[in-house]
């Protein structure tokens, strides 16, 4: 049942999608500092557009495209293309990721979650948004303005990167 002509607060969109705003931002940026700057970009541009969102479902994929555009836009930035993160720091930080990823429920999380970070960004996306955010396929195409069979494609790369990646690793 569809929630139309609902009038939709940022208070109960924040209440209901600010986990999953951070997860999608901190899987796309691997950085809790930058996660947290998107995410607030992307609360301010909800506060300013609000009065554009329909429903519920409208909602979230407008959070979700959002959320992509703010971090894609994250790595233009003179100062993020001249930065690297030490390989030690994003070793020690690399846990509190994937407890903060969502990935610390899937049995073998951690080598899940750096199976997934290797990926390029638009498999990365498709396989966190299908798996862990439970969104459709139809769903992952409206968010992120894509035709259904491009996220399907993707989702079978991503698969069959992963398969690869993980060969040996994961512990039954």
């Known amino acids: 049942m569809k929630e139309e002509n609902v009038r939709i607060t940022p208070e109960e969109v924040i209440d ?45 994929a407008w959070l979700i495209r959002v959320t992509t ?22 070793s020690i930080r690399e846990e509190a990721w994937v407890e903060d990823a969502g990935y610390e429920a899937a049995e ?26 439970e969104l459709s396929v139809a769903q992952i195409a409206a968010a992120t303005g894509q035709k259904e069979s491009t996220v399907k494609s993707q989702l079978h790369r991503a698969r069959e990167m992963l398969k690869t990646l993980l060969e040996g690793e994961i512990i039954l």
């Not at 541009?45 to 909602?59: G, M, N």
């Not at 555009?69 to 994003?90: G, I, M, P, Q």
């Open 16 to 60: 209901r999608y600010a986990d999953m705003v951070y997860r999608l931002a901190l899987l796309q940026v691997k950085n809790r500092t930058d996660a947290d700057d998107i995410f607030q970009e992307v609360f301010v541009r909800l506060v300013k557009h609000i009065h554009k969102l329909q429903d519920w479902e409208h909602v979230k």
């Open 108 to 133: 073998n999380g951690e080598i899940l979650f750096r199976a997934v970070k290797k990926l390029p960004e638009k498999y990365r996306v498709a396989i966190h948004l299908f798996y862990f955010e």
């Open 69 to 90: 555009n703010c971090s894609k836009k994250h790595f233009t930035r003179y100062w993020n293309k001249n930065v690297s993160l030490l390989e030690d720091a994003e």
